[in-house]
């Protein structure tokens, strides 16, 4: 089991910049792929980055290439999603999950993840 723990949501005009951390504990981190979603309100959630357990692959959402970036610390049991350039339309809840079944390749589906953070929000203000 893991239990996962986002950080860094807030506030920022747009233009500006965040970067969310995600701390795993329990099983093993750097034995699955982590991925990042996002819901606005009204919304379904949708898949923003991912990456694979080594950092090797890393995949996003076309909305965020060239402003997002995805990372992780094994040694620090972290993800990392740094968001520059931030729109109003990126504001949402941001969740952190774990998928399980996957170590070297990025799913995009949210079926595949097995764990979730509680969420963070990101409001970027116009």
């Known amino acids: 089991q893991v239990q996962l723990v986002e950080s860094g949501g807030g506030l920022v005009q747009a233009g500006g910049s965040l970067r969310l951390s995600c701390a795993a504990s329990g099983r093993t981190f750097s034995t699955y792929a982590m991925g990042w979603f996002r819901q606005a309100p009204g919304k379904d959630r949708e898949f923003v980055a991912g990456i694979s357990w080594s950092g090797d692959s890393t995949y996003y959402v076309d909305s965020v290439k060239g402003r997002f970036t995805i990372s992780r610390d094994n040694a620090k049991k972290t993800v990392y999603l740094q968001m520059n350039s931030l729109k109003p339309e990126d504001t949402a809840v941001y969740y952190c999950?774990?998928?399980?079944?996957?170590?070297?390749?990025?799913?995009?589906?949210?079926?595949?993840?097995?764990?979730w953070g509680q969420g963070t929000q990101v409001t970027v203000s116009s």
């Open positions: 999950a774990a998928d399980f079944r996957r170590s070297s390749a990025v799913s995009v589906d949210q079926r595949d993840y097995d764990y």
